[in-house]
């Protein structure tokens, strides 16, 4: 093995934690999507919840509630098929953002460049993120992860044709810190508190 090869590793494959502590402007890393979504979104502040069936989803969510205490608190959804999904469980929904701590939506996409979700007017209406209450659940499956935001609007093009949706947007800064604090590509929206029950359909 020569001295570049000791130096740099001989070409193996760079591990999750290298991968963590890489600065923002290097270039990206040649991991799996899935991989390189998790580590940007957890930089971002967001918080994880894999699983592997619905029932895991159903046990993720009782401990969301229960660890907030948000048990009597209705959340405020817009799309009614996740009113049909969750309906069996123990969850009160609102039409009124007003009237919730909770925002429960499904995005477009999971975008691995940088740990965002891709939302637009299926999930938001015509309501800005700052309209939107501190705290947001999206539940999303791995089929929706995506590489870049390109990569999405792609698809999103694709799936509608000619009746493209609006209010497209990215959720991503879950935690205020001096580096986003006054991002203005986040429009005045305020960091939100995010949960992410991602179920595998792959």
């Known amino acids: 093995m020569g001295l570049l090869d000791k130096l740099f590793g001989g070409g193996k494959k760079v591990s999750k934690e290298t991968a963590e502590t890489r600065g923002q402007h290097m270039p990206d890393l040649n ?21 592997d069936s619905f029932s895991e989803v159903s046990q993720a969510m009782t401990n969301i509630l229960s660890e907030n205490g948000w ?11 996740l009113k049909d999904r969750f309906g069996k469980e123990k969850i009160s929904f609102t039409s009124k953002s007003k009237e919730s701590e909770v925002f429960f939506t499904t995005c477009e996409h999971l975008i691995a460049q940088n740990g965002s979700i891709l939302v637009c007017s299926n999930q938001l209406m015509e309501k800005k993120l700052n309209e939107l209450p501190s705290n947001i659940i999206v539940f999303a499956t791995t089929s929706q992860l995506v590489e870049s935001i390109g990569e999405g609007l792609k698809k999103i093009k694709k799936r509608y ?18 580096e986003n604090s006054d991002d203005f590509l986040t429009y005045g929206s305020s960091s939100k508190n995010l949960y992410l029950l991602l179920l595998e359909d792959l």
């Open 31 to 51: 991991i799996p999507v899935d991989e390189k979504f998790t580590i940007h979104f957890k930089k971002n502040g967001g918080k994880f919840l894999y699983c």
């Open 71 to 81: 048990n009597e608190h209705p959340f405020f959804v817009l799309d009614p098929k």
């Open 161 to 178: 044709g000619h009746s493209i949706p609006a209010n497209i947007t990215t959720l991503k800064h879950f935690q205020a810190n001096e």
